[in-house]
């Protein structure tokens, strides 16, 4: 008769080969590598290290005491995030150094800094195009009119890239986004500031051309990006730059909406 034992030995034998078989390492990351690394991981490049240095403008300067007018004194940290995006819109992309900064003015430990950057979406932990394009991808856009899907072929197809990827003369950067809660008007792509709705993959291609042929305009304005610029006057800010680029927008028929940088001037404004 055999031994009880038997079938506890029979496993326990054959159980390290199949141990060793397996891979020793579990990824928990569910995302694309791209995506993960640039939320979560620093690695230091010659455009994003802490020896580049960054001040913010004289005028970003005087914005800056606007808005911590808004906060009591002991908790003035509160504003990070409004001048995380400030820094965004002067550097182009939150650095590393553009945190550091931030976390000086504030009195923060830079470690706060960071974990509200990399928690956020909306700041650019890396270099960006001029024109950042962000496809909605979910699922109002992919059903709503010809569908996100159609809208992305057309940006593929005409920039030549893939999602996560600039082209190569550094206009155009275009990534794939959740929703942007402009559903009802869908599909729809944000670009920089401003959302284009109700697209087809013409009016998609339409807008492409408008925005490269605004391009020598959108490069006099610091950063190119809705930045806040210096104080001559002879210099457009991003955000009259892209008032100037919505005229051209809308000569080829694209829906465009109000831009979030003159809403959010606006609201400082009226505090």
Not at 193 to 198: A, C, G, N, Q, R
Not at 247 to 266: F, L
């Amino acid at each position: 008769m055999a031994s009880k034992t038997t079938p506890f030995v029979f496993r326990s034998a054959f159980r390290p080969a199949r141990i060793a078989s397996r891979s020793q390492c579990r990824s928990f990351v569910a995302s694309s590598r791209l995506s993960s690394d640039s939320l979560n991981v620093h690695r230091d490049t010659p455009e994003n290290n802490a020896s580049i240095p960054f001040k913010f403008t004289p005028q970003n300067e005087k914005l800056i005491e606007e808005i911590l007018k808004r906060y009591p004194p002991q908790y003035k940290k509160a504003a990070v995030m409004p001048i995380l995006d400030l820094g965004q819109r002067q550097h182009g992309f939150t650095s590393l150094s553009v945190m550091n900064e931030v976390a000086r003015l504030l009195e923060m430990p830079p470690m706060r800094v960071y974990e509200v950057a990399t928690f956020y979406t909306m700041y650019n932990r890396n270099p960006v195009g001029k024109f950042h394009v962000q496809a909605c991808t979910t699922t109002p856009c992919q059903l709503g009119g010809c569908g996100s899907d159609a809208i992305v072929k057309a940006i593929e197809g005409h920039l030549g890239i893939k999602p996560g990827h600039t082209t190569k003369d550094g206009l155009f950067t275009f990534v794939e986004v959740e929703c942007l809660g402009a559903c009802v008007n869908a599909p729809m792509v944000q670009i920089n500031d401003d959302f284009y709705e109700d697209l087809t993959p013409e009016s998609t291609v339409t807008l492409l051309k408008a925005l490269a042929a605004s391009a020598s305009d959108i490069a006099n304005a610091e950063g190119g990006k809705g930045a806040i610029t210096g104080d001559d006057k002879n210099v457009k800010s991003g955000a009259e730059v892209g008032e100037d680029a919505g005229r051209i927008y809308n000569k080829g028929g694209v829906k465009g909406t109000k831009s979030r940088t003159n809403e959010w001037k606006e609201n400082l404004r009226e505090y």
